[in-house]
């Protein structure tokens, strides 16, 4: 559904992406995961014909981007990273803004912009883009993405600005759409994120792909990402709650604790040793890298 095939941009001699083969099949949900600079919004880009390869192709649905921009384009729905909106305008008005462009008659229109808004959780918000969170702009986005009942979705750092509950929404709408069939691809920094959501994986990094493959990529990449917290109290600590967590392991008078979480959770640490008046000696934070975890990647794939 999705195909690159040598796909390839170079940037005053540097290549940006350099030589990129993917198969994507449909119904996929696709995480195309690297640090910043890896190359993910250029490929990104070329897959939705805003820029054109130097050299290589890639396809969409069989129709190669770069020579059918405006046929692909129709299959497609594509959230940038960054979402530009009419600020006077409410989030009706820019969905409907947006789906004059598919032909839709004004009956259509109403309906797909109200379904859209309830599915992103902006029905009944009255107001103009303007004054909108950054978390707001990118419910919106996402609705926008849609407009066209797209094939296709591509999604640029979808959870950048999101807090806990619209990223739970967000899980929600990807994976509802993969169930009907749809494809997608979500690029991201942010390793667990994609475990979450993505059924496979490619890690891109200097713009080129170093490791793909399915879960069992995720899972060895996710176990990488854990972060362990050590603790140091004047007072023997309480367990701490949090779904985070993986393992902990607690010295016998309880003053001193190894935690191993799957996010950083040491302000919920701190918080919960405030609120119970326990004196916090040490509190050291210990996470990989990104690009440790990839160069680990990047070792054995060329050893
Ligand atoms: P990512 O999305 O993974 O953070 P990008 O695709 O934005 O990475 O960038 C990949 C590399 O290409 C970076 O080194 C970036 O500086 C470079 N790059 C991206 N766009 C341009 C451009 N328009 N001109 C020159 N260099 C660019």
Redesign the pocket.
């Known amino acids: 559904m999705i195909l690159c095939d040598r796909l390839t941009k170079v940037?005053?001699g540097?290549p940006?992406?350099d030589d990129l083969c993917l198969e994507i099949p449909a119904g996929e949900v696709f995480g195309l995961l690297?640090?910043?600079?890896?190359?993910?919004?250029?490929?990104i880009l070329m897959l939705v014909g805003l820029i054109r390869p130097t050299s290589g192709a890639c396809s969409i649905g069989g129709i190669e981007v770069a020579a059918h921009p405006i046929e692909v384009k129709r299959k497609i729905g594509y959230m940038p990273e960054d979402v530009g909106f009419y600020a006077d305008r409410t989030a009706a008005e820019n969905l409907d803004y947006a789906a004059r462009f598919y032909g839709l008659s004004e009956a259509e229109r109403k309906r797909r912009v109200g379904d859209l808004l309830a599915l992103v959780g902006l029905d009944g918000v009255g107001t103009t883009v303007g004054g909108y969170s950054k978390g707001m702009r990118q419910r919106l986005g996402l609705a926008r993405a849609l407009v066209n009942d797209p094939e296709v979705v591509i999604l640029d750092e979808p959870t950048a600005n999101l807090d806990p509950r619209g990223v739970l929404d967000y899980r929600r709408i990807v994976r509802d759409l993969a169930g009907r069939g749809t494809t997608v691809l979500v690029?991201s920094h942010i390793l667990s994120e994609v475990s979450k959501v993505c059924t496979s994986v490619g890690i891109?990094a200097r713009?080129r792909l170093i490791a793909s493959g399915d879960r069992e990529v995720l899972s060895r990449a996710a176990m990488q990402d854990r972060v362990t917290i050590d603790v140091e109290t004047g007072t023997p600590m309480p367990r701490f709650a949090s779904p985070e967590i993986l393992s902990a392991e607690f010295s016998q008078d309880a003053c001193s604790a190894r935690i191993v979480a799957e996010s950083d959770i040491s302000t919920l640490i701190a918080k919960t040793l405030y609120a119970e008046g326990i004196l916090l000696r040490r509190l050291a934070v210990e996470k990989p890298d990104m690009e440790d975890i990839l160069l680990s990647y990047y070792t054995e794939g060329t050893a």
């Open positions: 940037y005053n540097i940006a992406v690297g640090p910043n600079g890896a190359g993910k919004s250029t490929t690029s891109l713009g």
